[in-house]
């Protein structure tokens, strides 16, 4: 059975920074490109970064210069270091396929104030 939990999430000072980690279970981690994404209240879902297997990432222009995706196989795990922090980051972030096809975890909620 497949399983995506996230966790790293939580209040934050703006400037400030947080490390999220997502572990996958139940499918082939290390051939899939991963991504996170995340969902701020009354807004859709949006894509922030992504990573191949390989290791080759992509940004939003959003977060460019301040996020950073990483990924291990070996734990299967895929991680997103979040520097510079504004309060528009607030959101519940995610983690997925970049493709969105797995059932998606809880989350884990990133507040970040002023």
């Known amino acids: 059975q497949v399983q995506l939990v996230e966790s790293g999430g939580g209040l934050v000072q703006a400037g400030g920074s947080l490390r999220l980690s997502c572990a996958a279970s139940?499918?082939?981690?290390?051939?899939?490109?991963m991504g996170w994404y995340r969902q701020a209240p009354g807004k859709q879902r949006e894509l922030v970064a992504d990573i191949t297997s390989g290791g080759r990432t992509n940004y939003a222009d959003f977060v460019k210069g301040r996020f950073t995706i990483s990924r291990d196989n070996a734990k299967n795990t895929v991680y997103l270091q979040m520097n510079s922090l504004k309060p528009e980051d607030t959101a519940v972030y995610y983690c997925?396929?970049?493709?969105?096809?797995?059932?998606w975890g809880q989350g884990t909620q990133v507040t970040v104030s002023s």
């Open positions: 997925n396929t970049i493709l969105g096809s797995l059932p």
């Open positions: 139940g499918m082939l981690f290390s051939i899939n490109r």
